[in-house]
């Protein structure tokens, strides 16, 4: 079984300046996927950026990169010039990569970033 | 094109009632996946449909069930309802899965259950 731990269960950045998000996970599996979803207040959840397990290069998505360390188990999510519409909370989840597990997704906890100005 | 949609949005049920939700997918979307999600537990993944058939599902009781129709508009369903299944239930649909997975899923609104 997969697991996925965010360690930091509330987080404040100002306007403009640069926040990390932190995510650890625990799998045996090799070849897998990692996500980073946004879910604002009151409103659905969406996808922030995705990550392939076998490609060593970050994904950027514009403001948002993550920084993926596979023999650490780690996947932060660096997010630049913060805006107000940042503020939400943030999922940290994991995908097997397997023609037959199908779309599954085991979440972290979550955490509550809030954007002041 | 239209997202993905929940109905009804909030519901208010007794113990021991049984609940159905419906989730319509974005258009040309055949997998439909459900999740329940809490303060205390978190979001837990339910049930996996794909064609009309389940293909994963969640470590839930059997008092969960769900299924999908052949338009992939998908049901799920909860009997002798109690108190800790209050919760935001979430649904979300992805395209067809290609080879090796990791197919974006959508979200839709979420039906906040209250279970009194």
């Known amino acids: 079984a997969q697991t996925v731990t965010q360690s930091q269960p509330e987080m404040s950045v100002q306007e403009a300046e640069t926040v990390t998000l932190s995510c650890t996970y625990d799998?045996?599996?090799?070849?897998?996927?990692l996500f980073w979803y946004k879910q604002p207040p009151s409103r659905q959840m969406i996808l922030v950026i995705r990550?392939?397990?076998?490609?060593?290069q970050n994904a950027t998505e514009n403001r948002f990169s993550v920084n993926f360390q596979k023999a650490a188990k780690s996947f932060s999510l660096k997010i630049s010039d913060s805006q107000l519409g940042d503020t939400a909370m943030y999922f940290c989840?994991?995908?097997?990569?397997?023609?037959?597990?199908?779309?599954?997704?085991?979440f972290g906890g979550g955490t509550r970033l809030m954007v002041k100005p | 094109k239209a997202g993905v949609t929940q109905t009804p949005r909030y519901l208010i049920k007794t113990r021991g009632q049984q609940v159905t939700l419906s989730c319509s997918p974005i258009?040309?979307?055949?997998?439909v996946s459900w999740y329940q999600q809490t303060p205390g537990q978190g979001l837990q993944f339910l049930f996996e449909y794909f064609s009309e058939t389940q293909r994963n599902k969640g470590n839930f009781p059997g008092r969960f069930s769900g299924r999908q129709f052949s338009n992939s508009r998908s049901e799920m369903n909860v009997s002798t309802l109690e108190l800790g299944d209050s919760a935001l239930y979430l649904c979300a649909s992805s395209l067809t899965l290609l080879a090796g997975g990791g197919n974006e899923q959508f979200f839709g609104p979420g039906t906040r259950l209250t279970v009194l």
């Open positions: 799998t045996s599996e090799s070849n897998y996927y």
């Open positions: 258009s040309g979307h055949r997998s």
């Open positions: 989840a994991f995908m097997i990569r397997n023609n037959n597990a199908g779309n599954m997704l085991t």
């Open positions: 990550q392939e397990a076998y490609k060593q």
